[in-house]
């Protein structure tokens, strides 16, 4: 009888680098921008080592985007309708995030195809 349990592959303590070089850090920065959009996004763009990382700046123009627009069109929705589409904007950026924290690329209508139009991802 032989003992298949033990031929399972070790988990590394060590933070993981996936392929292409994201790493669990860029992922939690991706998280933020979109979970605190605009102001880490903006945070992002200040900091030299962040905001050259290929996911960190694909992530963070679409969360800048999808912020301003949660501020401006959010608010003015918001005084009609009771604070439910901004608060409807935030958990869809809660989404993303999360998937971006998965080491996931999110594509958002509109915004993403504007995003890289501008040379921002």
């Known amino acids: 009888m032989t003992d298949d349990m033990n031929n399972e592959v070790p988990i590394s303590e060590e933070p993981m680098m996936d392929m292409g070089g994201v790493t669990d850090d ?9 979970v605190f959009s605009p102001l880490v996004p903006i945070i992002l763009m200040l900091m030299e080592d962040k905001k050259d990382r290929p996911f960190i700046k694909a992530h963070n123009g679409q969360a800048l985007v999808w912020g301003v627009l949660n501020v401006v069109v959010g608010t003015v929705l918001s005084v009609f309708l009771c604070g439910i589409p901004s608060l409807l904007m935030w958990l869809v950026a809660i989404y993303w995030g999360w998937q971006a924290y998965q080491g996931q690329e999110v594509t958002i209508p509109v915004i993403t195809d504007f995003v ?3 040379g921002w991802a």
């Open 116 to 118: 890289k139009g501008q």
């Open 26 to 34: 860029d992922k939690l920065w991706a998280l933020l921008a979109y």
